[in-house]
């Protein structure tokens, strides 16, 4: 017999019994939907929320404390208000992040720094032939604090003559010691609540 026509003969044998041989494995996504273990118990498998730490129960925050106030000395000041006012918010707010990142540069510790409550003042014009007075404006007055503890002496001058030489139009600076009633100027007047207070009290 020719070997050729033997090799064709295997071949076609080989075919034969692949297509009578049905497929017995699953295609994947038919495994996918199918879960055999739904049902099966997992015993805590999976859980992870023993593993973060509790958390504390949280504490009411106490009132805001008044640092020490620092006495001023032969060689340094003692705590100073540098004190940033202006009608437009963004540029008070720009120059007090100014004085805040020079004092960080020239190693002047700040002590805070914050925002007092916004004024507003309302300004009335009168007619000319009238007594009658209406509301022609509303000026917002926003103000910024950047408390300095222990400035140089030495230093003081160069500070202040670079703030006064970045100082933007329409914002007001003040530099002056700091005070109790400073710290008191920070919280905004309850006098509805502090008039029930003294009700309560008597």
Request: hydrophobic letters at 35%; a positive charge; proline letters at 6%.
């Amino acid at each position: 017999m020719n070997p050729v026509f033997r090799k064709l003969q295997a071949v076609n044998q080989v075919l034969t019994l692949c297509r009578a041989t049905p497929c017995i494995q699953r295609p994947v996504w038919d495994s996918v939907d199918k879960r055999q273990y739904k049902s099966m118990p997992t015993h805590g498998i999976g859980r992870w929320r023993h593993f973060i730490p509790k958390e504390p129960p949280k504490k009411k925050k106490d009132k805001h404390q008044m640092k020490p106030i620092l006495a001023a000395t032969d060689t340094a000041y003692g705590s100073l208000s540098v004190r940033v006012s202006g009608h437009d918010m963004t540029l008070v707010e720009h120059y007090s992040q100014y004085i805040h990142n020079l004092c960080n540069r020239l190693g002047i510790k700040v002590a805070e720094s914050y925002a007092l409550p916004t004024k507003t003042t309302e300004v009335m014009l009168m007619q000319e032939q009238g007594t009658k007075m209406f509301v022609e404006a509303v000026l917002k007055t926003h103000q910024r604090v950047v408390q300095l503890s222990s400035l140089d002496a030495t230093l003081c001058p160069l500070f202040m003559g670079v703030v006064l030489k970045n100082q933007p139009e329409g914002v007001r600076l003040s530099v002056k010691e700091h005070t109790e009633a400073d710290f008191h100027s920070r919280f905004k007047g309850r006098p509805e609540l502090e008039g029930l207070m003294a009700q309560i009290n008597q």
